[in-house]
């Protein structure tokens, strides 16, 4: 599209920008509770909220609070949470089996989920590292990360979560291949109508520091996940990413991080035109909040437009941790 504008004094560009009202009418993108998908952390216990230290207003919620939680979520409008869980260090092993434990935490949640909140999709997340004894996302096998094993074990993991009642499978593992097996998978199970949100333009960022944290995994990850994550340096490979999955049956793809890679969420929603999500992940909220915390910045002013800049690029929704903050304002 190629602007026209008249000449000064025909146009007076600040003209639509006189009055709020003038200004609502201009609006071109729209912020609302629906475009949300909420990340939440489970762990074990009982009536259970744990701060996590390095993202402030985050909690560990044991299953019977992220069942309130998404009660909490269903009134404000959001139509997602996606869970993470914080796994105890005594289930991780190498083998990571109690990935596809159908009474792990991940499992109980989304079944808790769907009793107390039957509206809310309950996404989930694919790959092994909350297992993993060494904190990879995949198979570690004399020093490397090995594709198609892991690939096994993710479909596995797939139908775990999807037996227990998950709406949108989310693998952020980043093997080659996962998403024709998980796709394959479901499909031979009868589950017909379990989307994928494939985590497709990941990238190898030191933004998901917070996380690893909250989930347990610091401590455990030896070396970093760069033969499988992307490198922050590249654009075009995203592109062959998002289409590769998308042939093999994902229905919805995720660029992430968020904020710093605005351009490759433009780059895949102008090429596809497929339901696209950017994932503002733990570094980006904690930068947000640690700012507002010293007074720096006006936290719920920057929240809402980080959260705003996604639409703007072309992104569908944007999975936040700032979801119940940014829906309550919303909301009014
Ligand atoms: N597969 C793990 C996973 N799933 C989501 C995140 C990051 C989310 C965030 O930082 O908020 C990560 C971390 C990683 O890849 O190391």
Redesign the pocket.
Known sequence: MKPTVAPFPAARLRRTRASQAIRNLVQENTLTPSDFIW?VFVRDGDGVEEPVASMPGVMRRSVDKIAEAAVEAQALGIPAICL?PYTDASLKTEDCAEAWNPDNLTNRAIRAIKDAAPEIAVMT?V?L??YNINGH?GYVVDGEIVNDATVEALVKMTLAQADAGADIIGP??MMDGRIGAMRAGLEQAGHHNVAILS?AA?YA?A??????D??G?SGA?KGD?KTY?MDPANSDEALRLIERDLMEGADMVMV??GIAYLDICHRVKSAFGVPTYA???????AMIQAAAQNGWIDGEKVMMESLMAFKRSGCNGI?T?FAPAAAKLLNG
């Open positions: 990340p993470f997340d790959a590292d909350p996302d952020s593992d985590y990941k960022s933004y998901y520091g917070p996380f690893r909250a989930v995994a990850l996940k994550q992430k991080p994932y503002q992940v733990s570094g980006e909220y999975l941790y």
